[in-house]
């Protein structure tokens, strides 16, 4: 009975076409990984970046979303006669800078993680964004400011700004 069992697998492997061979031997080789979360799937799912970041080790890390947050939404864009034109102010450029503001506040705004993770012109470009969502007057010199005037968020903001 063994003998039949094994001809008749013999019979069926000859059978099997390359293409199911080659995927018997990619599955079978390799451990099961899921896929890399892509930046535009947060702006689908409003609680996917929760549940995103509570994971033991999300893939991308956060540090990573921040990056691809902002790059998305800074991106220029080109006209009809091929100039490129500033990122528009939308919603999708809007939500892809709070999402990173999010991100950043699920880090705790640890300012070490942050300057040893990215780039001199990416956090400069996430502190302001926070620091235009704290409603801090723009062109205000921050030496001027009365920071036990302000509301205690912007207030931190702008502390965290020049503590930077």
Not at 56 to 79: G, H
Not at 130 to 147: A, E, N, Q, R
Request: net charge neutral; glycine share 0%; proline share 9%.
């Amino acid at each position: 009975m063994k003998k039949k069992n094994a001809a008749n697998e013999k019979v069926l492997a000859k059978k099997m076409s390359a293409e199911a061979a080659d995927r018997e031997a990619a599955t079978s080789s390799r451990p099961c990984t899921p896929p890399q979360t892509s930046w535009f799937e947060f702006l689908l799912d409003v609680s996917l970046l929760e549940s995103h970041l509570q994971k033991d080790y999300p893939d991308p890390p956060p540090v990573q979303l921040i990056i691809q947050f902002l790059e998305q939404a800074s991106k220029p864009t080109v006209n009809e006669q091929n100039q490129v034109q500033p990122p528009t102010d939308n919603k999708r450029n809007r939500t892809l800078k709070l999402l990173a503001l999010k991100v950043a506040a699920f880090l705790t705004w640890d300012l070490d993680v942050l300057e040893k993770s990215l780039s001199v012109p990416v956090l400069n470009m996430l502190l302001n964004e926070l620091l235009c969502v704290s409603k801090v007057p723009p062109g205000t010199k921050h030496v001027d400011l009365d920071l036990a005037s302000l509301p205690p968020t912007t207030a931190m903001a702008v502390m965290l700004y020049n503590r930077w």
